[in-house]
């Protein structure tokens, strides 16, 4: 009997007939989730490339462009698979290679190198330089160096900055790494690759810059953006249904960002930087803000399947998580709002900032919360120690937040803090760290929904139904949320 050939042996594999069917039917919805290797061309591409099928023994599948590239792969030209949404696959888990993605997507390694990624995740360099050849087909080098490159393709297609200064933004340390880069990843010129763009794009300033960031759909731009400025601090924030904006403390400065909806899949981005080097950590920033990566369809899916929530998930599809632009002030936002009004709360965080920050427009720092705080806190006394108690120990040190966390690290830092409960480590966990899958079980507006629909109404029994929803409970939450502000708008337009 003859051996099997590597098609039949490659069609076997369950992985690999999904993703073969979703390239063969150039479905969209996974471009970013995946990359398609075609060896016998010697180009990788995004599951929707319009270029013919390739056979399936010459095609492998990679986690990562970078591991594309490792494997001797240039990007296609046609389809462009870096100008795409990025994987959800990095929040989705929460395993060393996920943490460190996001890690590198916030520019660690430029500022840090490798052996400062390493020590965030608590692992020698060698160990992690293991774990990521395993699991993603390239080291953090590596990693860093496609995440340069991807940004680099887009600041040249949608910006006006010289080359020079595209160079510097995007994290390279010379003109000619950059150009040896570009060319080995893309096998053009930097300039090649600008002079393709449709659009040009004119900007008033070397530091000013305007992006359009793209996302999938289906994407409740309208409700996320609502979001963000219902909860909008006075004198920090500002915004409505269709753009947010406030200012944004970075490695390397401040920037001046505003947010705009660009249609149903992407948003524009205008900032104003102190230096472009922050670039790349902004838009990997607005990204997580915005939950742009998220793979809403699936979620949607998969929340629809329950009944008591499709008509929610039908009436507002692709609602999504958002995030902060700060590990730190979302602990305070958090801590202080947590047992009054949203609206006082904008008040309270409003004069705090206004007495506390060194500029008008930035959130203040937690070392001048710790210095002055008491001064303008008002509450109970156990509460504004808990606030000055959490400022003291990040000013020192003593206590460190960032993406690259585990859930379990997380809340296991933040409710060693007096003061600090679960519910405060769970919803810092959906905003800090994108976790999709936490169910605040024990919220009181969420319990108080729930029974409005005829779920369970004690946090036990939410909790046990709730499972069902994994490992989308996050989502299912925002969902239950949403209904209870829409049942109180019903109730205020009826005069009750």
């Keep these: 009997m003859?051996?099997?050939?590597?098609?039949?042996?490659?069609?076997?594999?369950?992985?690999f007939a999904e993703r073969f069917l979703a390239m063969s039917s150039r479905d969209a919805r996974f471009d970013g989730q995946f990359i398609s290797g075609v060896h016998s061309t010697g180009i990788y591409c995004r599951p929707s490339c319009p270029a013919m099928t390739p056979k399936p023994a010459n095609v492998t599948f990679y986690r990562t462009a970078a591991a594309a590239h490792e494997a001797g792969l240039r990007a296609c030209k046609r389809c462009q698979p870096d100008a795409v949404p990025g994987s959800p696959e990095w929040n989705l888990h929460d395993d060393l290679a996920s943490r460190a993605m996001r890690l590198i997507a916030d520019g660690t390694v430029e500022r840090e190198g490798v052996p400062g990624l390493a020590d965030r995740l608590g692992y020698t360099s060698r160990h992690l330089g293991r774990v990521l050849v395993h699991e993603l087909g390239a080291g953090p080098l590596a990693l860093a160096r496609a995440h340069r490159a991807q940004t680099a393709r887009v600041l040249l297609a949608s910006t006006g900055l010289s080359i020079a200064d595209v160079a510097f933004a995007a994290g390279f340390s010379s003109i000619r790494q950059f150009n040896d880069t570009i060319q080995a990843v893309y096998e053009t010129t930097p300039s090649a690759l600008r002079a393709r763009r449709s659009v040009a794009t004119e900007q008033g300033a070397a530091t000013a810059i305007t992006l359009r960031l793209p996302t999938r759909a289906p994407f409740d731009g309208p409700g996320l953006m609502r979001f963000m400025s219902d909860h909008a601090i006075t004198g920090v924030e500002e915004g409505d249904d269709t753009r947010f904006r406030r200012l944004v403390r970075l490695p390397g400065g401040i920037a001046d960002v505003e947010l705009s909806l660009d249609g149903p899949t992407a948003v524009i981005c205008t900032a104003k930087?102190?230096?472009?080097?922050?670039?790349?950590?902004?838009?990997?920033?607005?990204?997580?803000?915005?939950?742009?990566?998220?793979?809403?369809?699936?979620?949607?899916?998969?929340?629809?399947?329950?009944?008591?929530?499709?008509?929610?998930?039908?009436?507002?599809?692709?609602?999504?998580l958002p995030g902060t632009f700060s590990p730190e002030e979302a602990l305070f936002r958090t801590m202080i709002g947590q047992q009054i009004s949203v609206a006082a709360a904008r008040t309270v965080l409003g004069r705090m900032t206004a007495a506390l920050a060194e500029a008008p427009g930035l959130f203040p720092t937690p070392v001048q919360i710790a210095e002055r705080g008491h001064e303008v806190l008002r509450g109970p006394a156990p509460r504004v120690a808990s606030i000055i108690g959490v400022a003291r120990a990040l000013a020192a040190g003593d206590l460190v937040l960032d993406v690259g966390m585990p859930s379990g690290e997380l809340a296991a830092r933040l409710t060693a803090m007096p003061g600090v409960g679960p519910w405060t480590a769970?919803?810092?966990?959906?905003?800090?760290?994108?976790?999709?899958?936490?169910?605040?079980?024990?919220?009181?507006?969420?319990?108080?929904?729930?029974?409005?629909?005829?779920?369970?109404?004690?946090?036990?029994?939410?909790?046990?139904?709730?499972?069902?929803?994994?490992?989308?409970?996050?989502?299912?939450?925002?969902?239950?949320?949403s209904a209870a502000s829409k049942t109180h708008a019903d109730r205020a337009s009826r005069g009750r």
């Design 273 to 320: 930087l102190d230096t472009l080097a922050d670039l790349s950590t902004l838009v990997s920033r607005i990204r997580r803000v915005l939950d742009l990566d998220a793979d809403s369809a699936a979620i949607d899916e998969s929340l629809a399947r329950d009944d008591v929530l499709a008509p929610f998930v039908a009436a507002r599809p692709g609602i999504r």
């Design 426 to 481: 769970g919803y810092l966990a959906m905003r800090v760290l994108g976790n999709p899958d936490v169910l605040l079980s024990t919220d009181l507006v969420m319990m108080a929904s729930a029974a409005r629909l005829g779920l369970p109404a004690t946090a036990r029994g939410l909790a046990a139904y709730g499972e069902r929803w994994a490992p989308w409970r996050s989502y299912a939450g925002l969902q239950l949320w």
């Design 2 to 15: 003859a051996p099997p050939t590597p098609a039949i042996i490659r069609a076997a594999d369950p992985l």
